[in-house]
């Protein structure tokens, strides 16, 4: 594990950033660590970046203190964080590729252009990232501000617990956490639960347009521009689609897509414990976890099926076959 106290000690600017359009994880992981900076180092320059944050996190310490446009400012040092590659960054790429140091907190394993190793704190069984940045602070400058935060962060990697991801470590730190003081069930409801009555009439859409393939064991769906200008709605809206349809009972794999501004096309990809969704993703140019991932292709919603179907039924094929070896 690093030591953050050594690796900043001689700094006296610091930026904080996470991937573009960041979930639950990357706003808690980066608010928290940025909010004990500003406390553990109140004569150091502590700043946030994040492009297109979702207002549904507004709730949390220090989210009106964020930036939303990158610098031309050069820092002592950048801190990345629940990002995976550097280009995930958008154009806050250029202050990291500016910055004098570099320090990298993942859960995530392609870093490799983020930090050096001896900078780095990159644990991909971890459950999220704001598990990692509750081991590297210091316990002693916790508050509720933090801990809010962390809660956060963790929640949404975690699915509230639910995901596979969550382990004894997680559910002791919450518990932790939560000894802080703030309303957890408050904040369960709405980080994760709480939705707006358009983002209800998308997902209604999109469970009503969805298919199941494969022997019922995957479910599609996908949502056009076309639908997100009627709804006046905009890929925020989208949060959560993909882990409700995960739960149709009998389904392995949920694939959701929509259709970017430009014609590209979105996918969101979700498993149980039958296959590995992050291969499938790394395959075809994106990334994530064994259990979350995504991805951006082009082309027509049919050839971003076949393909994402294709590799599907490789790891079922390739399970099968494990399978029948071991019973000779």
């Given at each position: ?11 006296g600017?610091?930026a ?85 140091d ?121 949502i056009?521009?076309?639908?997100l ?93 494990e ?6």
């Amino acid at each position: 594990m690093i030591d953050l106290n050594e690796l900043l000690k001689d700094k006296g600017s610091i930026a904080i950033s996470a991937h573009i359009r960041p979930d639950g994880d990357a706003l808690g992981s980066t608010l928290a660590l940025c909010n004990y900076l500003k406390k553990r180092y109140p004569d150091k320059t502590t700043d946030l970046y994040l492009l297109d944050p979702n207002p549904v996190f507004s709730f949390l310490p220090g989210y009106d203190d964020i930036r939303t446009a990158p610098s031309d400012e050069v820092y002592d040092v950048f801190i990345a964080l629940d990002l995976g590659d550097a280009d995930r960054l958008g154009k806050n790429r250029k202050m990291l590729d500016a910055a004098h140091d570099r320090i990298c907190i993942d859960h995530h394993l392609n870093y490799t252009n983020l930090a050096t190793e001896d900078h780095s704190y990159v644990i991909p069984e971890a459950s999220s990232t704001a598990e990692l940045v509750y081991d590297v602070i210091d316990k002693d400058a916790m508050d509720d501000a933090i801990a809010v935060c962390i809660y956060t962060g963790i929640i949404c990697d975690t699915g509230v617990f639910q995901f596979s991801c969550t382990s004894q470590k997680t559910m002791e730190i919450a518990g932790k956490l939560m000894t802080y003081g703030f309303d957890h069930t408050k904040v369960i409801g709405m980080a994760f639960y709480e939705k707006t009555y358009r983002q209800n009439l998308l997902l209604g859409r999109a469970l009503m347009e969805s298919i199941l393939l494969m022997d019922r064991k995957v479910i599609v769906s996908y949502i056009t521009q076309k639908t997100l200008r009627f709804y006046e709605a905009d890929s925020k809206d989208l949060e959560g689609v993909v882990n409700q349809m995960l739960y149709t009972k009998g389904v392995d794999v949920a694939i959701f897509m929509y259709e970017t501004t430009t014609g590209e096309i979105k996918v969101s990809l979700r498993s149980n414990e039958h296959v590995n969704v992050a291969e499938i993703a790394a395959k075809l140019g994106g990334g994530g976890h064994d259990r979350a991932a995504g991805l951006t292709l082009s082309g027509s919603f049919y050839d971003v099926v076949n393909n994402i179907t294709a590799e599907i039924e490789a790891q079922y094929r390739a399970t099968e076959e494990e399978d029948t070896s071991s019973k000779k």
